[in-house]
């Protein structure tokens, strides 16, 4: 089963999540109805904007915390190399 380390943004260059999970697409669905997380509640951190993903649980969560380091600028650099208009990719994910 693989894992994915994902990052939300409230809008283009908005509040940023990051966040890590065995079902990618339950979780982000979750997050949009207000699940899991307070901070993504509270922000309305919903667009899915970038994915990776691991067959290790250990090494998906260390992306996730190495991630959580970086600066915002940074991580808005990783978003834009490959999703330069930060496009809403949830709806890609059955697709």
């Known amino acids: 089963m693989p894992y994915t380390v994902y990052i939300l943004a409230s809008r283009k260059n908005g509040t940023l999540y ?22 993504v509640q509270k922000y309305r951190v919903t667009r899915l904007v970038h994915l990776e993903t691991f067959e290790e649980i250990e090494r998906a969560i ?24 930060w496009e809403d990719l949830y709806d890609r994910l059955n697709g």
């Open 62 to 85: 260390q992306r996730e915390k190495t991630l959580k380091e970086w600066s915002r600028a940074w991580k808005i650099q990783l978003i834009e190399r490959g999703n330069p208009e």
């Open 18 to 39: 990051v966040g890590v999970t065995n079902d990618i697409a339950r979780r982000v669905w979750e997050h949009r109805q207000g699940r899991g997380s307070r901070f």
